[in-house]
């Protein structure tokens, strides 16, 4: 068996400097710091809504998609309590999705009319808000405990 020796010398390390600064230079561009959709999933079991609490940045839309075989609904709470009715899917079929607009930052509790113990929440933040360590407990946060970054 030969003994194969490698050896870098200054041409080799002078075309792979080279080779780098091209693929730095024409490579994948950064990823965008423009804010993404959130998506939320209904499913079988509690908490039926996955992710159950959402926080969002304003400016971003929620993609709900409905991956099991019953029709559902994403319905604002203020909808059944007379209050201002921020969003309501209507029924959102087997295999379909839906799209809520941007929301104002705030607090969204939501359910199923048709399964109303489906339960979750959206909060929308001030973009560019920083949220403290430990804010969220047991699925929940205060207003409080979100501050706008500096």
């Given amino acids: 068996m030969k003994n194969l020796n490698w050896a870098i010398t200054s041409p080799t390390l002078t075309v792979f400097g080279i080779f780098l600064l091209f693929l730095s230079i024409c ?7 423009q804010p993404s959709d959130v998506r939320v999933s209904m499913d079988y079991w509690a908490p039926y809504y996955r992710p159950a609490l959402a926080i969002v940045p304003d400016g971003v839309s929620i993609h709900v998609v409905n991956p099991t075989s019953s029709p559902h609904t994403v319905t604002h709470d203020g909808c059944r309590t007379g209050g201002p009715c921020a969003f309501d899917t209507g029924g959102v079929q087997p295999g379909q999705a839906v799209t809520i607009p941007s929301l104002a930052p705030g607090r969204y509790p939501y359910y199923c009319v048709l399964h109303p113990i489906m339960k979750g929440e959206i909060i929308v933040v001030p973009h560019h808000t920083v949220i403290s ?5 047991d699925n929940h946060l205060t207003i409080t405990d979100v501050k706008e970054s500096q």
């Fill in 27 to 33: 490579g994948p561009a950064p990823a965008s710091t």
């Fill in 133 to 137: 360590q430990g804010a969220i407990r």
